[in-house]
């Protein structure tokens, strides 16, 4: 059971209740303990210690409860927070971006990614992780992928992207019961898509990604954090929040370290049917080449439950995301999907692609946007 978990997280956050932040005021900021095994229901224990199934639901990334099973020895399971610096406070809960005139959230993600953009959130000091997250400590915690990409880089995966226009389908499974497919959001598109070369248009047989498309563009992520169950078996974590909070006395404290402990890889792909694009390792983080031009920012976690009216409170976490979009084989991203069914954590919500945000508003978007690789 969750509430045998006693450890008390320490994070320093800061206070954005609409009485203490104002957009022009000097942000204050406040200790907030972070009760662990918060924020998930334990449907069923298991009778005994025979191994057997302990079944336990949580919030998936699409905002619907998914359902966890085997995980009754993994420790990150419940770790995601709910609660801040109040008992049931629900601080972590999504909030009204702007309510009488005043921010709820600091900066949010996924912004425009082009050369040059800055938004107009004042990120104060706030400095994403500019070197490499392992340099920075930070082991990958998930992968996960939306349909289309979140983020936007003129000329690469921006509103004249183009993909299959046929409708997807996708076989019913265990994981997409409560999943319903004429509502994922589509965000951008790349501009290989080409209707007359059939490595976009020729079906791939899947056997272990559900519901993914060949043609289409898919924006793949990768949290990391500092504090992971880094180089042990349950370093891979579905939801990603229980990979990202798993360990205590991490995340931390004044100052307040959550954009240096927390960081998420982006990278976007055009799926295609040839072999020519292969690619062997996509669990532990994106494809790397020569002359990556990469942006670096501070925002906050994505995905459809947040919107330019609806902001997330997991924020600020550094996002690196790679401007280019690149074609990868559908076979990659299926040996993806089957290292991923190989893990300890159960993973199963995150074979298929989640909705894609609305692009952040200027004014939600931090003004921190490194030129710098
Ligand atoms: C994204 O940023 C680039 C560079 O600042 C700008 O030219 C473009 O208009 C922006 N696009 C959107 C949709 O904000
Ligand atoms: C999209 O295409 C239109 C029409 O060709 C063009 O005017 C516009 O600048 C393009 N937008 C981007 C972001 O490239
Ligand atoms: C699309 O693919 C066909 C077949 O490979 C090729 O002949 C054509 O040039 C391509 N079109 C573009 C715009 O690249």
Redesign the pocket.
Known sequence: MATTMTTTMMLMLLALSSHLLSVSAEEPKAAVSVEEGLGIDVMAAPPSGDGGDAVIEEEGEDGNMITLVGQKDNPCVGKKPLHGPEEGDEYFKNVQCIEAGVKQALEQAGANVTKGYNGEFDAGDRVPIVTSYKEAGLCPVNVHWHLGAEHLS??QF???GTGPTTTRRRRRSRSMLAYDDENVRLGFQCNYYNATDEKFTKPFDWKHCEGMQVGQTYEVHWPHSAAGMCGTEWQMQTPFYDGVFCKSGIISLDPLNTFQKIGVQAQVYTIVNDETYYNDNLLNGWIEYPDMDVAKYTGSTTGTTRSNEICSRFTPITWQVDRKCHMVSASSMDKLCEEMKAQKADMSDDLHAHGARELVADQFAADNHQRLH
């Open positions: 003129v000329g921006d509103e004249n």
